[in-house]
């Protein structure tokens, strides 16, 4: 079956504007991460979905970002008023996790590279 | 606070040579461990991982072994080879995934 799918691959943004990155994780998953990747860094967390219940947004790096999943599968992240240091890739994972173990795989998507300029 | 520290790259092997990058960790409570691979051009994938003290993860020829008493999960190949190009990211789970800064690993026929 198809892997996490994350769009759009590449955004540019001027600096203020607002962006909606979006994740559509393999079907049946119930947990859902988002993850912030800085260049030439390992992937920080931002946010963590079960279901459509946000359990953890403690990542989150100002009240700019916001995470959603309201029918719990596709999850979209907002990023309002973008400044330069949200570039980053920007990654999303899923987990069967049905038992709430986050040790559970997480299954990565590829990614969405956002360049603020 | 949880946090993975792993040893800096980037690491240029020759084929066939004998591959170790360090991972030290520090946590409260017990976390999980993991590898993850990230090959060019594409996602992160998980290469293996360990759940509690002793345990061994291996896959692909890689293996790592949950070391409590020196807070390690070192990663380990004995044989590379040129495909296993790609960059390693040590990782942890107690109340959320805390990943290093990962390793660049070259290998050169």
């Known amino acids: 079956g198809a892997g996490v799918s994350q769009s759009p691959r590449y955004k540019v943004a001027k600096r203020g504007q607002d962006v909606a990155l979006r994740c559509d994780p393999i079907?049946?998953?119930?947990?859902l991460f988002w993850y912030q990747q800085a260049l030439g860094q390992g992937p920080e967390f931002l946010t963590y979905f079960q279901n459509e219940a946000q359990l953890d947004k403690s990542g989150l790096p100002s009240d700019r970002f916001f995470a959603e999943r309201p029918e719990g599968s596709v999850s979209t992240l907002k990023i309002q008023r973008t400044q330069q240091e949200d570039s980053a890739v920007y990654l999303c994972?899923?987990?069967?996790?049905?038992?709430?173990?986050?040790?559970?795989?997480?299954?990565f998507g590829p990614g969405t590279r956002l360049t603020v300029l | 606070g949880n946090s993975v520290t792993q040893m800096e790259g980037p690491v240029t092997l020759s084929e066939e040579a004998f591959l170790t990058i360090n991972c030290t960790y520090t946590a409260t409570g017990y976390p999980s461990l993991f590898w993850y691979v990230q090959y060019p051009g594409e996602g992160l994938q998980l290469l293996l991982k360990a759940t509690k003290a002793d345990d061994k993860g291996s896959n692909k020829g890689f293996e790592a072994t949950y070391r409590k008493e020196t807070t390690s999960f070192h990663l380990e190949k004995g044989s590379v080879q040129v495909s296993d190009s790609a960059v390693y990211f040590c990782a942890l789970i107690v109340n959320d995934m805390r990943f290093g800064a990962g390793t660049r690993l070259t290998v050169k026929p």
């Open positions: 079907s049946g998953h119930v947990s």
């Open positions: 994972a899923s987990s069967l996790a049905s038992s709430g173990a986050l040790t559970d795989t997480q299954y």
